[in-house]
T-cell receptor, first 115, second 109 residues
């Protein structure tokens, strides 16, 4: 079991460019979560899919951020027109089912730096 | 919504000593509780999960206590060693997982 895979591990973009982050959940897990981690804000929930359907995107900034899960083996987080304040570690987690007590297993994260 | 406070933010102990971290939460309906460990450059590693029907759980040198009356969750690392140096997060799950602010633990040889 390879665990949750996130690519790339590091990404540097210029202000205004687009960034796409990839997550491959643990095989057999039906739920995928995205979080953002910064020193100032800590761990923030962004969005959550179950069986590829978006369930809760209440943490997603309304502009420039979007997430998709086109199939059960990967999810993407896209940030358009990146800004320096988007610099953070973006963490993906998967769980066997959705919320309700199922443990979330995290990937190593993608460190995004916007210059 | 749920609020989680974690303390201390920094903790330094000698090898072999215990390290104690505490979280308090606000939603009495919270049913699931977790402790995670994060090493530099890595994601969060699940240490232990506890459901609300459990008051105490011990695994591999870790003891988790849950006081539902006081809405308090704690983690005790007994006999800490340098490899335990990391940031530790509590997390609680009602209809969303909310994380504590983290405790940076340093275990000195």
């Amino acid at each position: 079991n390879a665990g949750v895979i996130q690519t790339p591990r590091h990404k540097v973009t210029g202000k205004g460019q687009e960034a796409t982050l990839w997550c491959e959940p643990i095989s057999g897990h039906s739920a995928v979560f995205w979080y953002r981690q910064t020193i100032v804000q800590g761990l923030e929930f962004l969005t959550y899919f179950r069986n590829q359907a978006p369930i809760d995107d209440s943490g997603m900034p309304k502009e420039r951020f979007s997430a998709q899960m086109p199939n059960q083996s990967h999810s993407t987080l896209k940030i358009q027109s990146t800004q320096p304040q988007d610099s953070a570690v973006y963490l993906c987690a998967s769980s066997l089912e959705g919320l309700g007590g199922y443990e979330q297993y995290f990937g190593p994260g993608t460190r995004l730096t916007v210059l | 919504g749920e609020q989680v406070e974690q303390r201390p933010p920094h903790l330094s102990v000698r090898e072999g000593d215990s390290a104690f971290i505490i979280c308090t939460y606000t939603d009495s309906a919270t049913a699931y509780f977790y402790w995670y460990k994060q090493e530099p450059g890595a994601g969060l590693q699940l240490l232990m999960s506890v459901f609300s029907n459990v008051d105490r759980k011990e695994e591999q040198g870790l003891t988790v206590l849950l006081n539902k009356k006081d809405k308090r969750l704690s983690l005790n690392l007994t006999a800490a060693h340098p490899g335990d140096s990391a940031v530790y997060f509590c997390a609680v799950n009602t209809n969303k997982v909310v994380f504590g602010t983290g405790t940076r633990l340093q275990v000195l040889p």
